[in-house]
């Protein structure tokens, strides 16, 4: 009965025409349904009308921003009150969303199975039902994805011992964005090597809100490295698992170098006996062996005499072997290794097995060809020692000067080595040279800088024609160890240097030093480097491989 049960009714009207109205406002929910009017007096009593409510589609649970990884599932929720009844479309980035496969709606919400990176977008649920502009809300799906694939470039064929290689790794898209790691030979790499430089991470946009992730490596290359597998791998910090790079596997071509030297450097064998020469050589590229025999021919087989070759990837090994063994078969046989990019030569000293060793320092037994040298007024003149090439420098330094007394120096040079480094000079000779290596050796104990310092002549002037410089040699890479022969012109010591040529490692050498600093010395001495730099190596001729031209200490 209205109005008495309906508060927001009125009527009104005219009775005069029987014409009357229901006025309803506002409208609500519970209005809905069949209202009917009547007059008892006239037939028929009752009219009747059904009142329907529309209320336009309001979304009451919207959906937020997710981030998820690659495989994973995610579910946006939507839900949305509205007469009559709602309709959900979806969309990515203002495209629909076929519903089916991956996606699906349950009650307005949209769940996709199997997350892609390539799902990253916005995504919108639309509510409508027909009344008014229906309503919509917004979100953001961020994915979490490793890269499909590293790179590793740069590597373009062989290198040289001391230069330096650049390799480059690359990502490709990632989110978020890829660290880097570097790897030699299935080892991790420490930035911490001396011989290794790696760069800064660089990034740059990519697909799917990732980063393209970029590092570059310098390797300053050793023999050691030859064959060396570099790689690098990239990982993400919300995914698990790394991806490889390409393997570059590495060729570096170095200055031959004997190995296995302490065994093999001396044979013996009584006469009548058969005695075994051996020459064992690293180089890459491959190095022919030829031997010289003590009075410097080459060494050629005969009767008693066969010599055998075989190569096993680096190592390169030659076998002399001497049938009943004669007094003239005894002395120092030289093994010279010529490879297309360096020389090396090895010595070999034969000898009877009961006979005493002989006034033989093993340091002459192994060198690499080598010469550096420091000009002016004192002149470093570093050289591979060998009987040869001393016997050249003592000849040559004849020429110099009259009345210049280079007789090697026997006892002698011991004695004054003794009283330069405050030993005893009651001492002798051997005993004086022992505790001279005793401190020469204590390079274990320091830096090898340091361990240069201590014999850097504070009198030293560098000089140096500019065509020279292309093959310098640190100073503070030499030691010297003890004097070996006294002359008005040169001195002649006996030294340790280390990395000649990029090759890592000490070698015994011999220094050469001007004692005057005469112009004419100094002049002579750029010219010996003049002429050794066109020489190419020969077992009996010096090599120069560098120069010091820098001033140490």
């Known amino acids: 009965i209205v109005p008495g049960s309906c508060d927001e009714c009125s009527i009104s009207g005219d009775s005069s025409n029987a014409e009357f109205y229901l006025t309803i406002e506002p409208i609500k929910a519970d209005h809905i349904g069949t209202w009917r009017c009547g007059n008892i007096e006239l037939s ?22 997710q981030t998820v990884n690659e495989d994973e599932s995610v579910t946006f929720e939507c839900t949305a009150n509205g007469v009559p009844g709602v309709t959900y479309t979806w969309q990515k980035d203002s495209t629909d969303i076929d519903i089916g496969g991956r996606y699906a709606v349950t009650d307005g919400s949209l769940t996709i199975s199997n997350i ?9 649920c639309i509510a409508d039902n027909g009344v008014g502009s229906g309503d919509s809300k917004s979100a953001v799906l961020t994915v979490n994805f490793k890269p499909n694939t590293v790179s590793l470039s740069g590597y373009t064929g062989a290198v040289t011992s001391g230069s330096n290689l650049l390799l480059t790794c690359a990502t490709t898209t990632s989110n978020p964005s890829a660290t880097i790691l570097w790897y030699m ?49 990239a990982r993400n910090s919300q995914v698990t698992g790394y991806v490889n790079s390409n393997i570059e596997t590495i060729t570096v071509y170095y200055t031959p170098f004997p190995v296995n030297e302490t ?53 390169h090994e030659s076998i002399i072997t001497i049938s009943n063994a004669q007094s003239g078969d005894y002395g120092n046989y030289t093994c010279f290794a010529e490879s297309d990019f360096a020389n090396a030569t090895f010595i070999v000293m034969f000898d009877g097995k009961t006979q005493p060793p002989g ?3 093993s340091s002459r037994s192994t060198h690499t060809n080598a010469a550096v040298y420091v000009v002016p ?44 480094n405050k030993f005893e000079s009651n001492k002798n000779s051997e005993e004086a040279y022992e505790s001279i290596e005793k401190i020469c050796f204590t390079k274990n104990e320091v830096k090898e800088e340091e361990y240069a310092k201590r014999s850097f002549d504070k009198n030293e002037v560098v000089y140096m024609k500019s065509r020279q410089k292309t093959i310098e040699f640190p100073r503070d890479h030499v030691c010297i160890k003890s004097i070996i022969s006294i ?37 002579d001495i750029v010219k010996e480097i003049e002429i050794l730099q066109s020489i190419r190596g020969h077992s009996n001729i010096i090599r120069i491989l560098g120069c010091c031209t820098e001033k140490g200490g």
């Open 44 to 65: 028929p009593r009752y009219y009747e009308t059904d009142i329907i409510v529309q209320e336009s589609a309001t979304i009451i649970t919207s959906p937020s921003d």
């Open 116 to 124: 892609e990176k390539s799902d990253y977008g916005t995504y919108t």
């Open 359 to 361: 006034n033989v320092d």
């Open 263 to 315: 065994q093999n450097e001396q044979s013996r064998a009584n006469e009548g006996e058969t005695g075994e020469l051996r020459c064992q050589i690293n180089s890459n590229p491959t190095s022919t062996l030829q031997w010289f025999s003590p009075n410097g021919s080459v060494l050629i087989s005969n009767d008693r005499i066969t010599i055998s070759s075989s190569t096993q990837g680096t190592l």
């Open 377 to 420: 007024s004192v002149i470093l003149i570093l050289l591979a020692i060998t009987v040869v090439p001393v016997i050249i420098i003592l000849k040559r330094r004849s020429q110099h000067g009259k009345n210049t007394d280079d007789t090697v120096l026997d006892d002698k040079r011991y004695e004054n080595v003794a009283v330069e």
């Open 185 to 233: 030979n299935n080892n991790i790499i420490d930035d911490n090597d001396d011989n290794i430089n790696i760069g800064s991470l660089t990034e740059a946009n990519g697909d799917y809100n990732g980063k393209i992730s970029e590092q570059q490596i310098t390797i300053t290359t050793r023999a050691e490295d030859n064959r060396a597998e570099y790689k690098c791998k």
């Open 487 to 523: 002359g008005k012109l040169y001195d002649i010591s006996k030294a340790d240097a280390w990395n000649i040529n990029g090759v890592s490692g000490h070698s015994n050498v011999v220094i050469k030093k001007s004692s005057n600093g005469d112009p004419l010395i100094e002049n």
